[in-house]
């Protein structure tokens, strides 16, 4: 199994910037594919940003040129850089792990951290 804690959240004003970070542990395999969901108040939980083990990236649309994500393979860590944060980014953010083989695949979960912007 693979536990997954995130840290970064809080509250920003309206054009500020956040750098979320997803620490991995546990039994991670060199090929998986990592990213960041969001779920706000009443919404369903939507993808974000992923990435893969050799770095190939996908975003949502609303985020694209405002948000970026990277990873740090030697750490199993990844990361969610946030700027030019609208009031429409607010909501709690999980981490995602997924890996992908025959017969199958296996995923896990952060807890989430809330991303709160507001003036």
């Known amino acids: 199994q693979v536990q997954l804690v995130e840290s970064g959240g809080g509250l920003v004003q309206p054009g500020g910037s956040l750098r979320l970070s997803c620490a991995a542990s546990g039994d991670i395999f060199s090929s998986n594919t990592m990213g960041w969901y969001r779920q706000a108040p009443g919404k369903e939980r939507e993808l974000v940003a992923k990435i893969t083990s050799g770095g190939s990236t996908n975003y949502e649309d609303a985020v694209k040129g405002r948000f970026t994500i990277s990873r740090d393979n030697a750490n199993n860590t990844v990361y969610l850089q946030m700027n030019s944060l609208k009031p429409e980014d607010t909501a709690v953010y999980y981490c995602?792990?997924?890996?992908?083989?025959?017969?199958?695949?296996?995923?896990?979960w952060g807890k989430g951290t809330l991303v709160t912007v507001s003036s």
């Open positions: 995602n792990w997924r890996r992908e083989s025959r017969g199958g695949f296996m995923e896990y």
